[in-house]
């Protein structure tokens, strides 16, 4: 898909290469691939349409998804617009054939928010984490609603040190620790994304978060940019980050 084959010399080539003869829109544009054997083989990329025509870009951001409980596919997004930024998330119920999408996370003009990641609190309850301009950690609620669409919530600042100018991660761990869901944050603490912390909070039964341990991945003076978390089948954690710029 996307291939175009010049017709006189057979050279193939790709709608979105820089040597192609016919270009693409100059924007970003979202696809989705599929594996159905453990990621040895892909399927063709198809696009989704979920940009509004006003907005410059609509970005992802590095980490991963989440597929709820009952099949759903979430994943983040960002708009970024002349020099605004707001979050939120779009959601597929078939399997990726079709794509819906939130309001922003964060609308109050003082606040934007970029790069962020979704986890499953419960059947009604999407948290994002995302990136802002504030040195504590902030999440966002997303409500289903009775037509299935999403909303979010008020901006619930935590307690928790990040760098206010670095991507997060976080994801949620398949099974219960000391008899409560748990959350693995992942995050870099001291400005110009150094210090890099892995966070892990027990969920409570009104929905917040009990904040019970932290991990030094690197210290003080070490980088710590961009990050991804993983739980691996043994149940391990597993982090991959930037150790430079």
């Given amino acids: 898909m996307f291939n175009i084959t010049t017709t006189t010399t057979g050279a193939t080539t790709n709608l979105f290469c820089s040597d192609s003869p016919f270009q693409v829109f100059p924007t970003d544009y979202l696809y989705l691939t599929k594996s159905t054997d453990a990621g040895a083989t892909w399927s063709e990329p198809t696009l989704i349409n979920v940009k509004k025509d006003t907005e410059q870009v609509l970005l992802v951001g590095p980490g991963t998804g989440s597929v709820l409980k009952d099949g ?8 970024h617009t002349k020099g605004k930024e707001e979050a ?3 959601w597929s119920t078939d399997k990726g054939k079709t794509w819906h999408r939130s309001n922003p996370t964060t609308t109050h003009p003082a606040h934007w928010s970029s790069e962020a990641v979704t986890v499953q609190i419960d059947d009604t309850t999407i948290r994002q984490f995302y990136r802002d301009g504030e040195a504590s950690l902030n999440y966002t609620d997303f409500t289903k609603q009775t037509d299935g669409t999403w909303k979010p ?12 100018g670095n991507q997060l991660s976080a994801i949620k761990l398949r099974d219960k620790v000391e008899g409560k869901d748990a959350i693995v944050v992942s995050t870099a603490t001291i400005n110009r ?15 917040t978060i009990t904040w019970r341990f932290s991990y030094d991945v690197v210290g003080d003076e070490d980088r710590y ?3 991804s978390l ?16």
């Fill in 88 to 90: 939120g998330i779009i």
């Fill in 72 to 79: 759903t596919l979430v994943f983040s997004v960002y708009e």
């Fill in 230 to 245: 993983t739980e691996l089948n043994d149940g391990s954690i597993a982090v991959l980050y930037e150790s430079v710029d």
């Fill in 193 to 207: 994304r150094k210090a890099g912390k892995l966070y892990l909070g027990f969920i409570e039964d009104d929905k």
């Fill in 225 to 227: 940019a961009y990050s």
């Fill in 153 to 164: 919530g008020d901006i619930v600042r935590t307690s928790m040190k990040k760098d206010w």
